[in-house]
């Protein structure tokens, strides 16, 4: 069974910055490669989280997706990643200045997790 996980987009980041206590236990790094190594198509943020879309991190260490914010704004996702240390990394030439980022992720349910960035809480992904 695949576990709940979250991942947060970089530019994503900006748009739902709250300071929030970790709701649920940190994903582990066997429960984080689980959950992407089959192409999982992850749900990206929704309501009251400024903005919603899909990722599908594949198993070739591609992944590949869009947002939209509740502004309308749309933002194309595709890049690389993998998992490391715990944490769900991943670098995109139109993100962050192609720097590689890592979250770590805390389960919320079955099937979705908030993602951090340090203390910060950055996102909500479900699947």
Do not use: H
Request: charged share 20%.
């Amino acid at each position: 069974m695949k576990l709940g996980m979250l991942f947060a987009v970089g530019t994503l980041s900006c748009l739902a910055s709250f300071a929030f206590a970790q709701s649920g236990p940190k994903m582990t790094q066997a429960q984080l490669v689980e959950l992407t190594q089959d192409g999982v198509v992850l749900v990206l943020g929704g309501k009251g989280e400024g903005y919603a879309g899909k990722l599908t991190p594949n198993g070739d260490g591609t992944a590949q997706g869009s947002a939209k914010t509740d502004a309308g704004d749309k933002i194309p996702i595709a890049g690389t990643w993998e998992v490391t240390g715990g944490k769900f990394c991943r670098v995109e030439a139109d993100l962050n200045e192609g720097k590689k980022v890592c979250k770590v992720w805390y389960m919320t349910s079955d099937t979705s997790a908030e993602v951090f960035n340090s203390k910060k809480r950055i996102g909500l992904n479900s699947w």
